[in-house]
């Protein structure tokens, strides 16, 4: 899932992203509310952090634009300004919640999870034959057995998931997962590749994440990786 934060003090935007993405969350940031309402017409959010008090346009601006959208993202705000006042025109202006600094960051990761699942149309648990992943839980087991993914590997999972059956190449799962652009000379994601397998699948004898020459990965029921192929 993408996040797009909104803050101009780089301190506190740098600890959101990294926060973030530590959760398992992409992550860009805005510093103006001009870059930010560009960077919202241009890719598809699943959640706007935004700050109020922004050198070029105030945010509630910002939250305007986004409510004008037919299609937009759930947005928490998160501001310095801590009266009653300005909570009710943040809420009242499209808001889906509202979080003061300073804040415990363990609460914004609350209500960002509140928020996703609220904004989130696909189903909250997916399941692949006897695979399962809770998406809200962040939990994984299959065949009822419990695994334990670092937040990359569950997001990795998520992703191919989500797209069952449709190869995905290296590049969509960087661009998706870690945010960055592919230089084609990466590993990484071949090895978060190895560590899922290693976990979902060395100890049963049907493989789900299967290698697309040429492409990527996929993930499949065995059955039906094989009818397409055939």
């Known amino acids: 899932m993408r996040i797009l934060v909104v803050e101009d003090e780089s301190r506190i935007a740098d600890f959101l992203s990294r926060g973030l993405e530590s959760g398992g969350y992409a992550v860009d940031v805005a510093a103006t509310g001009g870059s930010a309402i560009d960077m919202i017409h241009s890719t598809d959010y699943d959640l706007v952090i935004l700050d109020l008090g922004l050198p070029d346009v105030d945010g509630l601006t910002v939250l305007q634009k986004i409510r004008n959208r037919k299609v937009s993202p759930p947005v928490l705000i998160l501001s310095a300004r801590d009266a009653v006042d ?11 919640d509202y979080l003061v600094k300073p804040f415990a960051f363990v609460e914004l990761l609350a209500r960002v999870r509140v928020l996703l699942r609220r904004g989130q149309p696909t189903p909250e648990k997916l399941q692949v034959g006897d695979l399962s992943l809770d998406c809200i839980r962040r939990k994984v087991s299959r065949d009822g057995e419990n695994i334990e993914l670092a937040p990359k590997e569950f997001s990795i999972l998520e992703y191919l998931m989500r797209n069952r059956g449709r190869p995905l190449s290296r590049t969509m799962i960087v661009e ?21 397998r290693s976990k979902i699948d060395d100890k049963w004898p049907q493989k789900m994440i299967q290698t697309v020459r040429g492409i990527g990965y996929m993930l499949d029921t065995p059955d039906r990786t094989a009818e397409k192929i055939g």
């Open 176 to 196: 998706h997962v870690w945010d960055m652009d592919y230089d084609g000379l990466t590993n990484i994601v071949d090895v978060y590749i190895r560590h899922l």
């Open 86 to 96: 300005d909570r009710v025109k943040g809420l009242e202006g499209g808001a889906d």
